[in-house]
């Protein structure tokens, strides 16, 4: 019932944009020693861009959601970085997953050494779904703003190339993860990893796209 719910909610999300403080952004809180709360800023910075290019009317205060908890169906949109280990335990697997399927959204970010734990907790998640690299032609890339050649390089990590990657549940994208990118980082404040203006703005554009995508219906 509970999942059900939020997807009816869920369908009216693309009109709520412009009502004012129509929703929140959560930062997601897991377990296993890594650092989930990395990147303080990014979130934060990210809502302001969103609001200040795409007209929304998030609020700028970002809760942090626990995994496991009933209010992760309060936000329609969650964000999950770390450098480090990932744990779910079946329950929080369970519930990850009911959110997803019920509308929910979650985007990962790998700010370094998150892809060997992130992906076997996602297996756990949805065991009959895998990781789908998407396209450079795929509408996440272009919506007010336009990436041509996918994801920015924000930071170089081993220096392979930025990938996208996404969870589709029946047509629908409910998860997209950045890998060797680190979008996050580039939200921070400048004076966070010292990047450029021109490269922060790059990080921010992506982001504000993928916050529209998602609300203007992630399906494909």
């Known amino acids: 019932m509970r999942s059900l719910l939020f997807a009816f909610l869920c369908s009216f999300l693309p ?3 412009f009502a004012q403080g129509s929703f929140s952004i959560a930062v997601l809180k897991y377990n296993g020693g890594g650092d989930w709360y990395a990147n303080p800023t990014a979130v934060p910075n990210l809502v302001k861009f969103c609001n200040a290019q795409l007209g929304t009317t998030i609020s700028p205060d970002v809760p942090t959601v626990e995994v496991g908890s009933a209010d992760l169906f309060n936000y ?3 964000d999950m970085t770390g450098h480090g280990n990932v744990v779910f335990s ?3 697997a369970q519930n990850l997953r009911s959110y997803l399927v019920g509308g929910g959204f979650l985007h990962i970010s790998d700010n370094y050494g998150l892809d060997q734990f992130i992906r076997p907790m996602m297996q756990r998640v949805f065991p009959e779904l895998q990781f789908v690299e998407l396209p450079f032609a795929h509408r996440i890339y272009h919506q007010k703003f336009d990436f041509a050649q996918g994801l920015p390089k924000i930071h170089e990590h081993d220096g392979k190339p930025p990938r996208g990657y996404a969870l589709i549940w029946e047509g629908r994208v409910v998860c997209f993860y950045d890998y060797e990118c680190d979008l996050g980082d580039g939200w921070e404040d ?5 990047d450029s203006d021109e490269l922060r703005t790059k990080a921010l554009r992506m982001g504000a796209n993928i916050v529209q995508y998602v609300f203007g219906g992630a399906a494909d």
């Not at 400048?190 to 010292?194: C, L, Q, S, T």
């Open 15 to 17: 009109a709520m944009l």
């Open 76 to 78: 329609p949109f969650v």
């Open 90 to 92: 079946m329950q929080e």
């Open 190 to 194: 400048p004076e966070v990893h010292g």
